[in-house]
């Protein structure tokens, strides 16, 4: 008997197109699906950031997500500080160059060769150490010359006035002309005047002999050594054997705003203003001094002025054309009240900060500021000391709205990246999801909040996309 099962099958046409057709709607089917779940996990997340709807009465609700700041019976993240009452310096600051009270170029006074070098590049002398000898022997010979001249001519004036002193008796007897006891006379003048040269000279000599041998003029610091021994060198070389420059002590010149001046020339009068000299990145305090005194005029083209101040400088912390960023402590007020610039926020009605209240809300309070020193302001009135003021996060805030209030040694914890501390849905506060569900009897609200009210569930399912259920962690 033939089996009728083994020929082959052959396909319908209209079944190849039905099943087109069940491919097409399962693709529809699986797309409106993702558009769903998308679609609803926006809706969790908005409703998370923005606190939920009300909820039934009941009890609290069931824990909240990881990380959880908004939402639920949470306020909103911020940072905060105390308002301290403090002393305040006021300063002002201006950009500066360290500048030496003495440079000095050493050069040669004479011409001749450079046979010894008796410093070291970077060296520390005083005033009066060698630095350098040029060849002396030439000095030394004009000298010994000088001083033989100086020999002859003293015995000739000597025979000169002896026969001086008897022409005048002869002449005075007739014996020999008039004219005669004159001309000797008058050689004995020549003769004074040749020793009074000759003097000269030697003293010129001696002079010469002294500058080839270089000493330093001041106490400072060498530097780079600029001919080495052997090279000729001469008087009018322009640039010298090295420079000396005075290490202490050393000034600052800086630049202030013409506006202050005023009041520097009033706290000038009442004693000796301190200056602070910063490095370039003002993360450093090099040195104090003390100001010293204050240009005699101003730059119209900038409208500052310059002040100089002066630096003992021992540790060597200010080298010279260094730039640095001066600090002039202009006066201090006393017992202030102090907050962190940052709390200080301007609207249309003038300043406010935002004070922490009880029941971690916020009130705008408006203040008056006194002055602003760096990251700190002064409050002249508003806020009294211990008031808790928002110095981060007040974009986000109203007045009336509730806070959840960090210290600023808190901030590592990053507000949008905080580690998971209870479970449910992600960004929302304790209590899972704000807002009963449609037709749970009171107290039974599958989304309860603490304010709310409403009954979490507090466990469910991981991976539900509308946050029905909180699972802690």
Do not use: C
């Given at each position: 008997m033939e089996d009728k099962f083994t020929e082959p099958l052959t396909e319908q046409p209209g079944s190849k197109r039905s099943?087109?057709?069940?491919?097409?709607?399962?693709?529809?089917?699986?797309?409106?699906?993702?558009?769903?779940?998308?679609?609803?996990?926006?809706?969790t997340q908005a409703a998370g950031q923005n606190g939920g709807?009300?909820?039934?009465?009941?009890?609290?609700?069931?824990?909240?997500?990881?990380?959880?700041?908004?939402?639920?019976?949470?306020?909103?993240?911020?940072?905060?500080?105390?308002?301290?009452?403090?002393?305040?310096?006021?300063y002002l600051d201006g950009l500066g160059t360290v500048t030496a009270f003495n440079t000095v170029t050493i050069k040669s006074r004479v011409d001749g060769q450079l046979v010894e070098v008796d410093f070291v590049?970077?060296?520390?002398?005083?005033?009066?150490?060698?630095?350098?000898?040029i060849d002396p022997r030439p000095y030394q010979a004009a000298l010994d010359q000088a001083v033989a001249n100086l020999a002859r001519d003293q015995s000739q004036l000597g025979d000169a006035k002896a026969n001086d002193d008897r022409y005048k008796q002869l002449g005075s007897q007739g014996v020999i002309p008039q004219q005669q006891a004159d001309t000797q006379h008058a050689l004995v003048g020549?003769?004074?005047?040749?020793?009074?040269?000759?003097?000269?000279?030697?003293?010129?000599?001696?002079?010469?002999?002294?500058?080839?041998?270089?000493?330093?003029?001041?106490?400072?610091?060498?530097?780079?050594?600029?001919?080495d021994a052997g090279n000729i060198v001469h008087a009018t070389d322009p640039n010298g054997l090295l420079v000396i420059t005075q290490m202490e002590p050393i000034a600052v010149i800086f630049t202030l705003s013409e506006d202050s001046l005023p009041a520097v020339l009033k706290e000038m009068k009442n004693g000796t203003l301190l200056v602070k000299a910063y490095s370039r990145d003002n993360g450093t305090d090099l040195a104090?001094?003390?100001?010293?005194?204050?240009?005699?005029?101003?730059?119209?083209?900038?409208g500052t002025y310059r002040l100089k101040a002066v630096f003992e400088n021992k540790d060597r912390a200010l080298w010279p054309n260094q730039f640095v960023n001066a600090r002039l402590l202009l006066d201090v007020e006393r017992n202030a009240v102090v907050v962190p610039a940052a709390a200080i926020q301007r609207g249309s009605d003038g300043t406010f900060v935002y004070r922490v209240m009880q029941g971690n809300t916020v009130d705008a309070v408006p203040v008056t500021i006194s002055l602003n020193q760096g990251n700190l302001t002064s409050i002249?009135?508003?806020?009294?000391?211990?008031?808790?003021?928002?110095?981060?996060?007040?974009?986000?805030l109203r007045a009336g709205m509730a806070v959840e209030p960090h210290s600023s040694d808190q901030q590592a914890q990053s507000i949008a990246g905080a580690p998971p501390q209870l479970?449910?849905?992600?960004?929302?506060?304790p209590g899972g999801q704000p807002g009963a569900n449609a037709g749970d009897p009171p107290g039974q609200g599958q989304y309860g909040g603490p304010h709310n009210g409403?009954?979490?569930?507090?466990?469910?399912?991981?991976?539900?996309?509308?946050?029905?259920?909180?699972?802690p962690q």
């Amino acid at each position: 008997m033939e089996d009728k099962f083994t020929e082959p099958l052959t396909e319908q046409p209209g079944s190849k197109r039905s099943s087109r057709w069940i491919w097409i709607l399962l693709i529809l089917i699986v797309g409106a699906a993702g558009a769903y779940v998308w679609h609803s996990s926006r809706n969790t997340q908005a409703a998370g950031q923005n606190g939920g709807g009300p909820g039934g009465p009941g009890g609290p609700g069931g824990p909240g997500g990881p990380g959880a700041r908004f939402g639920g019976g949470a306020g909103v993240p911020v940072v905060v500080a105390a308002a301290q009452r403090e002393d305040l310096p006021v300063y002002l600051d201006g950009l500066g160059t360290v500048t030496a009270f003495n440079t000095v170029t050493i050069k040669s006074r004479v011409d001749g060769q450079l046979v010894e070098v008796d410093f070291v590049e970077g060296q520390d002398v005083k005033k009066g150490d060698r630095l350098a000898v040029i060849d002396p022997r030439p000095y030394q010979a004009a000298l010994d010359q000088a001083v033989a001249n100086l020999a002859r001519d003293q015995s000739q004036l000597g025979d000169a006035k002896a026969n001086d002193d008897r022409y005048k008796q002869l002449g005075s007897q007739g014996v020999i002309p008039q004219q005669q006891a004159d001309t000797q006379h008058a050689l004995v003048g020549q003769l004074t005047g040749a020793i009074a040269s000759d003097q000269a000279q030697i003293d010129n000599a001696k002079i010469n002999l002294d500058y080839s041998h270089i000493t330093s003029p001041i106490d400072g610091r060498v530097g780079l050594r600029l001919v080495d021994a052997g090279n000729i060198v001469h008087a009018t070389d322009p640039n010298g054997l090295l420079v000396i420059t005075q290490m202490e002590p050393i000034a600052v010149i800086f630049t202030l705003s013409e506006d202050s001046l005023p009041a520097v020339l009033k706290e000038m009068k009442n004693g000796t203003l301190l200056v602070k000299a910063y490095s370039r990145d003002n993360g450093t305090d090099l040195a104090t001094g003390k100001l010293l005194t204050i240009d005699n005029q101003i730059d119209p083209t900038t409208g500052t002025y310059r002040l100089k101040a002066v630096f003992e400088n021992k540790d060597r912390a200010l080298w010279p054309n260094q730039f640095v960023n001066a600090r002039l402590l202009l006066d201090v007020e006393r017992n202030a009240v102090v907050v962190p610039a940052a709390a200080i926020q301007r609207g249309s009605d003038g300043t406010f900060v935002y004070r922490v209240m009880q029941g971690n809300t916020v009130d705008a309070v408006p203040v008056t500021i006194s002055l602003n020193q760096g990251n700190l302001t002064s409050i002249k009135s508003g806020l009294s000391a211990g008031d808790q003021v928002v110095t981060e996060g007040q974009d986000r805030l109203r007045a009336g709205m509730a806070v959840e209030p960090h210290s600023s040694d808190q901030q590592a914890q990053s507000i949008a990246g905080a580690p998971p501390q209870l479970g449910g849905q992600p960004g929302f506060a304790p209590g899972g999801q704000p807002g009963a569900n449609a037709g749970d009897p009171p107290g039974q609200g599958q989304y309860g909040g603490p304010h709310n009210g409403g009954q979490g569930k507090p466990q469910g399912h991981p991976g539900d996309p509308n946050g029905q259920y909180a699972k802690p962690q």
